[in-house]
């Protein structure tokens, strides 16, 4: 997984000039729970039907030029990137929001993880 890479695909986009910012989250593995329990990996798994709805719905919003999620599914371990979201639109007004409503969307409704505690 490669956030550089997702920032450099949308700059080659031929309406990039529309662009007045990119933002991007890279959500990490780890060592603990939300609850504080020691964590050594977690199984991931992805809805993807489910992420292009959402990619739809965020896409039509207003300034929205373009916006990019991987999901790294599998066994991972603390430490390894398990979500890399980008959006690329005109002002931050629009970009920030919609940054913020498709991570919590694609937490609700698209990832599941199963936690692996320390042995």
């Known amino acids: 997984m490669d956030i550089g890479a997702l920032v450099r ?3 080659a986009r031929p309406d990039f000039a529309k662009v007045g910012m990119v933002l991007c989250h890279n959500g990490i593995v780890r060592g ?3 609850d504080g329990r020691p964590v050594k990996g977690v ?3 992805a809805d993807h039907a489910e992420l292009e709805k959402i990619l739809a719905e965020q896409r039509s919003r207003p300034g929205i ?3 990019q999620v991987r999901v790294n599914e599998g066994e991972l371990k603390v430490g390894d990137d398990l979500l890399l979201i980008a959006v690329a639109g005109d002002i ?3 970009v920030i929001p919609v940054l913020s409503d498709t991570l919590n969307a694609v937490k609700a409704r698209v990832t599941r993880k199963t ?3 320390v042995d």
């Open 65 to 67: 030029v373009d916006i």
């Open 9 to 11: 695909s949308m700059k």
């Open 32 to 34: 603990t729970s939300r």
């Open 43 to 45: 199984r991931v798994t």
């Open 115 to 117: 936690e692996h505690g």
């Open 92 to 94: 931050r007004e629009h």
